[in-house]
């Protein structure tokens, strides 16, 4: 699995997460326990502190301030000496972006950490590889690891999780010491619009459809059951076949969305997104399950990070764009169109739409069209106007 950190964009190197499973002992899992309810418990009191020192005295401490607190509170708390002390000072520091976060309004208000069957920890530095082991601070006998592909680049961090249903796993960061690629220039024949849906999962411009998988869907039967026959006996041994039903529609998906979004960075130069409102759109109960289920986040998030390392263009229209009801072909908007219809007929052209794809091609229209005003007014160094802003792309091929 890899993933793409945006804060380290300024070595201008491409950063890459390698998961891989390991198999620790009895005796490593309770420690690795003991580190993920520390982590814990110093991330909820470091937040509370934060909290308190501002509300009562209007002062900000930051994470260095709250870190060298450390020492002092080991002498109260004993068992803390137990873990390693750099995923104590790691855990705080994820507190502070939290809140660097939620004030560029990135993010929302940090929340305390609930008491889970699952969780992490990291590691920041001495670590090493030896022998198909995992050799971290506290764990000098090293922790089981199945290498199933090769490490590219330096080893940064480490990051060991536990699931829900029991497994656990390393993320390895490296900086693969490879350049970000240069963006290519922007063109119309190298450019698609994608218009996300619940019945197809995806429709382009160029006329591509991708069915929706649904696996969350296809798996409720099973679900339902083995969590009805949970909530009346608790047993543990229904409780994990529950977590394992629930994690293989995870790992489906996150398949699905990886191939999906790996083959449209593939085959496009720029790709042309709506920037939904999709924490607003769940409140829906009617549409609630399926827009989670298609995972649209998760998807774009994939599609951003990719485009970076493999120098493609990401271009998004406002959330308020009519996409759906702009006729692709003359620009009248039908003000009538609603959900269910999934197919209509321009009043003033004629012209038959098929909605998913008509709204796809409105999305590379409006990209395009938003780009060239950007570019336009950046050259000439002035405020938009009403007349500037019906000039239409002419150096766009």
């Known amino acids: 699995m890899f993933f793409l950190f ?24 309770e420690l690795i326990e003991k580190h993920i309810g520390c982590c814990r418990f110093i991330y909820n009191l470091a ?24 020492p002092d509170l080991k002498d109260q708390c004993v068992w803390l000496k137990e873990v390693n002390a750099q995923s104590l000072t790691t855990t705080i520091n994820h507190m502070g972006m ?30 090493r590889i030896k022998d198909n082991r995992l050799i971290i601070p506290k764990f000098k006998e090293g922790i089981e690891i199945i290498l199933h592909r090769p490490i590219t680049g330096i080893i940064k961090q480490c990051t060991i999780s536990k699931t829900a249903s ?23 024949k190298t450019t698609i619009g994608v218009d996300l849906g619940i019945k197809s999962f995806l429709v382009t411009s160029d006329g591509e459809v991708v069915d929706n998988p649904k696996y969350l869907h296809k798996a409720q039967s099973k679900l ?17 076949r529950l977590a394992l039903a629930h994690e ?31 924490h607003g759109m769940i409140k829906n109960h009617h549409l609630a399950g399926a827009i989670s289920d298609a995972g649209w986040g998760m998807f774009v998030s994939m ?9 493609k263009n990401i271009l998004k229209i406002g959330r308020f764009e009519p996409s759906s009801k702009t006729c692709s072909h003359c620009g009248n908007i039908n003000q009538e169109l609603t959900l269910k219809d999934r197919s209509w007929t321009c009043s003033e052209c ?8 008509n709204a796809a091609i409105n999305i590379k229209n409006f990209a395009l069209k938003n780009l060239s005003v950007e570019r336009r007014l950046k050259s000439q160094r002035e405020l938009p106007t009403l007349a500037g802003a019906m000039i239409s792309e002419t150096h766009l091929e």
């Not at 490296?174 to 922007?186: A, S």
């Not at 599609?303 to 120098?311: F, I, N, R, S, T």
């Not at 004629?350 to 794809?357: K, N, P, S």
């Open 47 to 70: 937040l509370e502190t934060k909290q308190l020192a501002y509300s009562g005295n209007k002062i900000k401490l930051s994470a260095f301030d709250l870190i060298n607190q450390l």
């Open 224 to 240: 339902k059951y083995l969590q009805r026959k949970y909530s009346k006996h608790k047993g543990k041994r229904t409780k994990q």
């Open 98 to 127: 939290s809140y660097s976060r939620f004030f560029k309004k990135q993010s929302g208000f940090p929340a305390f950490k609930r008491k889970k069957e699952y969780g992490s920890f990291s590691i920041p530095q001495s670590f």
């Open 166 to 188: 029991g497994k656990y796993f390393a993320s390895i960061l490296c900086d693969t010491g490879e350049p970000m690629l240069p963006k290519p220039q922007i063109k119309n």
């Open 6 to 29: 945006p804060n380290l964009f300024l070595s201008l190197c491409v950063f890459k997460s390698y998961k891989y499973r390991i198999y620790p002992t009895s005796k490593q899992k």
């Open 350 to 357: 004629g012209t038959v739409h098929d909605r998913d794809e």
């Open 248 to 278: 293989k529609v995870a790992n489906q998906r996150r398949d699905f969305l990886q191939k999906t979004s790996t083959k449209l960075i593939r085959e496009s130069q720029t790709i042309c997104l709506e920037d939904l409102n999709i």
């Open 303 to 311: 599609l951003e990070y990719k485009a970076e390392w493999y120098g």
